[in-house]
């Protein structure tokens, strides 16, 4: 069975802050995705990291697939209110995403 | 364009009942995933279907099954409902792996 392991599973920082969001696991992945989630709605994508130890970065927010494939971060910079939400990792196996049980983020003005 | 959207948004249904949840994927998209995602963790995988086939399956039971439509749209159905089928159920669509676009989900609440 393949297990994504998030951490950490509650963030609360203030607002200009920086943050870092782990997502682990045993197994290797074809592909690891980010995605963020609010109340009420479907995950929404923000990243697709392919390539062992690669880095992409979406304005103030950068991703990096381990070496082996197996683990991925998530770095915010200079956290903002509007950053608030459910952070989740999904490893594809195949046509299946496996998720990880997520981060929920808070971040006060 | 219409993303994917899922009907109905919320239902409560009393246990042992069935229910049939409904999904129309974002167009152009020919693969359609269903999740179960229960309050506080990740989405679950329970199938995905692609030319009206079921092409891979997650630990779900029978009791959880599917169908896919010539216009890729899909139904999951899940029949005998428990209490603990309470969750938010979220339809993925996709023409290429690493590209889902979920729904909004269909809360189901099982009393």
């Known amino acids: 069975t393949q297990l994504l392991e998030q951490s950490p599973q509650f963030l609360s920082i203030q607002e200009g802050e920086n943050l870092t969001v782990y997502c682990n696991s045993s197994?290797?992945?074809?592909?690891l995705q980010w995605y963020r989630q609010e109340p009420g709605e479907g995950p929404v994508l923000l990243v697709t990291v392919v390539t062992g130890g690669e880095v992409k970065k979406l304005k103030r927010l950068t991703f990096q697939f381990g070496d082996a494939r197996k683990d991925s971060s998530l770095h915010i910079t200079a956290a903002q209110p509007g950053d608030t939400g459910l952070y989740l990792c999904a490893g594809r196996s195949g046509g299946k995403l496996t998720f990880g049980q997520g981060t929920i983020l808070t971040v006060h003005p | 364009d219409a993303g994917v959207t899922q009907s109905p948004t919320h239902l409560i249904k009393t246990r042992g009942q069935q229910v049939t949840l409904r999904c129309s994927p974002k167009?152009?998209?020919?693969?359609v995933s269903w999740y179960q995602q229960a309050l506080g963790q990740g989405p679950q995988f329970i199938f995905q279907y692609y030319e009206e086939e079921e092409r891979q399956r997650g630990n779900f039971p029978d009791r959880f099954s599917g169908h896919q439509f010539p216009n890729y749209s899909s139904e999951l159905n899940v029949n005998a409902l428990l209490l603990g089928d309470s969750a938010l159920y979220l339809c993925?669509?996709?023409?290429?792996?690493?590209?889902?676009?979920f729904g909004q989900g269909t809360r189901l609440t099982v009393v």
């Open positions: 167009s152009g998209h020919d693969t």
């Open positions: 993925a669509s996709s023409s290429a792996p690493d590209m889902a676009f």
């Open positions: 197994s290797v992945f074809s592909s």
